[in-house]
């Protein structure tokens, strides 16, 4: 399927591993063309905003996000993440609990995003292939690093 046949159709329906997966997403209500944005000009920086807006507040976000990087889908915003956010998110197995830990600090930006919008742990690691163990010491890492960073400023 080419990247001109893809900008004709939501996300979702490129996605139809599950058809009662799909029927939620909230992209079959959005123009799709919002979520195939071109280049990296402002404007298609500001459309691509505005489709991780509408997939942060999918249903099926989740679902979608973990097919993309399974298939390696290459084309558009999917499950809230452009496709040069997947490509640094590619779902291969890391070897060992320090690839692991590596993979989530690589991701800390999208982990952060991903709290904030209520996804749970077990998603999280799901998403980045990574024992759930390794992202809870990754999250209480986070958190530290930012209790020390607002003590610092503080005292400053
Ligand atoms: S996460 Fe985004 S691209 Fe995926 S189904 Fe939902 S709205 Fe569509």
Same mark, same amino acid.
């Given at each position: 399927m080419t990247t001109e046949t893809r900008? @004709?159709? %939501? &996300?979702? @329906?490129? %996605? &139809?591993?599950?058809?009662?997966?799909?029927?939620?997403?909230?992209?079959h209500?959005?123009?799709?063309?919002?979520?195939?944005?071109?280049g990296v000009s402002k404007a298609a920086q500001k459309q691509a905003a505005q489709a991780k807006a509408v997939c942060m507040a999918?249903?099926?976000r989740v679902?979608?996000?973990e097919w993309a990087l399974d298939t390696g889908e290459q084309f558009g915003v999917l499950g809230g993440l452009t496709q040069d956010e997947r490509w640094g998110l590619r779902k291969v197995t890391?070897?060992?609990p320090g690839q692991a830990m590596d993979r989530c600090i690589e991701a800390r930006e999208h982990i952060a995003e991903w709290r904030k919008a209520g996804m749970s742990q077990a998603d999280m690691a799901s998403v980045l292939n990574v024992d759930r163990s390794v992202l809870r010491a990754a999250v209480q890492r986070f958190d530290r690093d930012e209790r020390r960073q607002q003590d610092l400023e503080a005292a400053a």
């Open positions: 900008r @004709a159709i %939501t &996300p979702a @329906a490129t %996605t &139809p591993k599950d058809p009662r997966w799909s029927q939620q997403a909230n992209c209500h959005t123009d799709p063309e919002l979520f195939f944005p071109v999918c249903p099926v679902a979608c996000l890391p070897r060992g």
